[in-house]
Protein backbone atom coordinates (compact mmCIF):
# COMPACT_ATOMS: atom_id res chain seq x y z
CA UNK A 1 0.00 0.00 0.00
CA UNK A 2 0.97 3.57 -0.29
CA UNK A 3 0.66 6.86 1.20
CA UNK A 4 0.22 9.57 -1.16
CA UNK A 5 0.47 13.29 -1.30
CA UNK A 6 1.03 15.59 -4.82
CA UNK A 7 2.04 12.46 -6.29
CA UNK A 8 4.58 11.93 -4.01
CA UNK A 9 4.99 8.92 -2.12
CA UNK A 10 5.24 9.82 1.64
CA UNK A 11 5.24 5.74 2.59
CA UNK A 12 5.21 2.33 0.90
CA UNK A 13 4.56 -1.25 2.38
CA UNK A 14 3.09 -4.80 1.61
CA UNK A 15 -0.82 -4.54 2.96
CA UNK A 16 0.06 -7.43 5.58
CA UNK A 17 2.41 -4.79 7.29
CA UNK A 18 0.22 -2.06 7.98
CA UNK A 19 -2.05 -2.50 10.72
CA UNK A 20 -5.28 -0.81 11.01
CA UNK A 21 -6.87 1.07 14.23
CA UNK A 22 -9.98 2.89 14.22
CA UNK A 23 -10.42 3.55 10.11
CA UNK A 24 -6.51 4.54 9.88
CA UNK A 25 -3.91 2.60 8.23
CA UNK A 26 -0.30 2.66 10.04
CA UNK A 27 2.54 2.33 8.32
CA UNK A 28 5.76 0.58 9.63
CA UNK A 29 8.45 3.29 10.45
CA UNK A 30 10.92 2.12 8.37
CA UNK A 31 8.57 2.33 5.41
CA UNK A 32 8.00 6.27 6.06
CA UNK A 33 9.79 8.92 4.12
CA UNK A 34 11.00 10.60 7.11
CA UNK A 35 12.29 13.66 5.34
CA UNK A 36 8.91 14.76 4.33
CA UNK A 37 7.71 14.48 8.24
CA UNK A 38 8.35 17.33 10.31
CA UNK A 39 7.58 16.78 14.19
CA UNK A 40 4.85 19.16 15.34
CA UNK A 41 4.51 20.62 19.13
CA UNK A 42 0.51 20.11 18.88
CA UNK A 43 0.09 17.78 22.41
CA UNK A 44 -2.66 14.83 22.54
CA UNK A 45 -2.64 11.99 24.61
CA UNK A 46 -5.45 9.39 23.76
CA UNK A 47 -7.08 7.48 26.57
CA UNK A 48 -6.34 4.40 25.56
CA UNK A 49 -3.37 4.35 23.08
CA UNK A 50 -1.12 6.94 24.90
CA UNK A 51 0.96 9.89 24.16
CA UNK A 52 0.88 10.90 20.63
CA UNK A 53 2.81 13.01 17.88
CA UNK A 54 2.15 14.83 15.66
CA UNK A 55 4.19 15.41 12.06
CA UNK A 56 3.53 18.29 9.23
CA UNK A 57 3.92 16.63 5.80
CA UNK A 58 5.92 18.67 3.76
CA UNK A 59 6.20 18.59 -0.10
CA UNK A 60 8.32 21.03 -2.10
CA UNK A 61 6.67 24.21 -0.03
CA UNK A 62 3.82 22.94 0.45
CA UNK A 63 3.04 21.71 4.49
CA UNK A 64 0.03 20.16 6.00
CA UNK A 65 0.04 21.23 9.47
CA UNK A 66 -0.71 17.75 11.82
CA UNK A 67 -1.69 15.41 8.75
CA UNK A 68 0.94 12.44 10.39
CA UNK A 69 0.86 11.22 13.66
CA UNK A 70 2.35 8.16 15.60
CA UNK A 71 2.67 6.55 19.05
CA UNK A 72 6.42 6.30 19.77
CA UNK A 73 5.29 5.07 23.37
CA UNK A 74 1.47 3.54 23.18
CA UNK A 75 0.15 2.08 26.73
CA UNK A 76 1.23 -1.62 26.77
CA UNK A 77 -2.54 -2.25 27.51
CA UNK A 78 -3.42 -0.48 23.57
CA UNK A 79 -1.06 -3.64 22.01
CA UNK A 80 -3.72 -6.53 23.70
CA UNK A 81 -6.38 -3.87 22.19
CA UNK A 82 -4.96 -4.06 18.11
CA UNK A 83 -3.17 -7.41 19.23
CA UNK A 84 0.34 -5.66 17.61
CA UNK A 85 2.81 -3.70 18.79
CA UNK A 86 2.10 -0.16 16.67
CA UNK A 87 5.19 1.80 18.17
CA UNK A 88 6.40 4.27 15.87
CA UNK A 89 3.80 3.10 12.80
CA UNK A 90 2.81 5.99 11.03
CA UNK A 91 -0.72 6.89 9.94
CA UNK A 92 -1.88 9.72 7.85
CA UNK A 93 -5.18 12.16 7.36
CA UNK A 94 -7.17 11.81 4.46
CA UNK A 95 -5.01 14.79 2.31
CA UNK A 96 -2.62 11.95 2.11
CA UNK A 97 -4.46 9.11 0.31
CA UNK A 98 -3.72 5.41 0.82
CA UNK A 99 -4.09 3.15 -1.43
CA UNK A 100 -3.51 -0.52 -2.60
Not at 20 to 35: L, Q, R, T
Not at 84 to 96: H, I, R
Amino acid sequence: MKAVLGGVVVAEAPKEDLIAIEGNWYFPPSSVDSSLLVASDTPYTCPWKGECQYFDVKIDDEVLHDRAWSYPQPYPTAFDRVGKDFSGYVAFWKEVQVTD
